[in-house]
């Protein structure tokens, strides 16, 4: 592996950072773990060519008891890179939907506030190929759609991921190159987290009995994939915006794709507040029948208290007070 783990890194965000112009602001996101140190170290080399600004940000979710000494343990590490921009944001966390999903929540909450404030372009978070291979398992897992399936994207509107092609393994290795100490999180060997469970059973077992290469195949799988939800995405929230989100004509609906058909009732329920992520194919099966199967059903209760209803053929939405 040797040097070529923080070529590869640099490499990485080089490619990403071609969109840049001398004095840009780029942000990124910190934890202390070594992949967002990597990426942190990476970004810094490459600004420095690129007369960039990076700015690193860390944030004190408050959730274990030495979360401030983790993040200043974070902050002299960058210093260490050279990092003069250094913003850490203690945060609350309101679990509504488990710990690690608040956690998420709050965190990308507080990006794009800053990324607003500084008027940012890109904000860059440090997930790698073994990150998005684990997404895929947990969307397999939930029976999630072709979107859960296509992974994380590289870019979502001002966050962007250069590291998607790395794996956990080089981001280590290249920490050791530039001589930095990660942060080693107890929460990601905490066995109680699903995610670490799939880290640490699941992908292992699957590399031994199908053989090695089971997370770069389920990365592929992820990538082919999110050229066809992209397009059915774009087609639904055509559809959608023609609607009314909360009083929908059953005949109308009933008229498209059921691929399209269910992404405009996610789209419907997220809109009426349903948590970010809760919903699974249990969730929307249910209400897709009321369209193509309807017997008389009762009320569908989903997350975030909204309720789904047909009534003299007509699909309607409201969410509990």
């Not at 506030?113 to 969307?139: M, R, S």
Request: glycine share 8%; charged share 25%; proline share 3%.
């Amino acid at each position: 592996m040797g040097a070529n783990s923080s070529t590869a890194v640099r490499s990485a965000i080089r490619s990403t950072l071609t969109f840049a112009s001398a004095g840009d602001q780029i942000l990124v996101g910190v934890s202390g773990g070594a992949d967002s140190l990597a990426l942190a170290a990476g970004l810094f080399l490459e600004a420095v060519e690129k007369v960039l600004k990076p700015i690193a940000v860390i944030i004190d979710h408050g959730l274990q008891d030495n979360s401030e000494t983790v993040s200043n343990n974070a902050r002299l590490e960058l210093e260490k890179i050279g990092y003069k921009d250094i913003r850490i944001i203690k945060i609350k966390v309101e679990v509504t939907d488990g710990i690690e999903a608040s956690a998420r929540r709050s965190r990308y909450e507080a990006f794009n506030k800053l990324a607003l404030e500084l008027n940012a372009k890109v904000f860059l978070l440090g997930h790698t190929k073994d990150d998005q291979a684990e997404t895929v398992l947990l969307g397999l897992a939930r029976g999630s759609g072709t979107r859960s399936l296509s992974g994380m994207a590289h870019v979502n509107g001002v966050f962007v991921r250069p590291l998607l092609s790395i794996s956990r393994s080089q981001t280590v290795a290249a920490c050791a190159e530039w001589k930095l100490i990660p942060w080693q999180d107890p929460h990601n060997s905490n066995e109680k987290f699903t995610r670490v469970r799939v880290r640490e059973k699941v992908l292992p077992n699957m590399e031994k009995e199908i053989g090695p290469g089971v997370a770069d195949a389920l990365v592929r799988s992820a990538r082919l994939l999110r050229d066809d939800a992209d397009a059915l995405d774009e087609w639904a929230a055509n559809e959608f915006s023609k609607f009314n989100p909360t009083d929908f004509d059953i005949a109308e609906l009933a008229e498209l794709p059921k691929a399209v058909r269910t992404r405009i009732l996610r789209m419907a329920i997220y809109a009426l507040g349903a948590p970010a992520g809760s919903l699974s194919a249990e969730h929307i099966d249910p209400v897709e029948a009321l369209i193509s199967a309807w017997h008389g059903q009762g009320v569908c209760s989903l997350p975030g208290g909204v309720k789904v209803a047909r009534i003299s053929g007509r699909l309607s939405l409201l969410r509990e007070a």
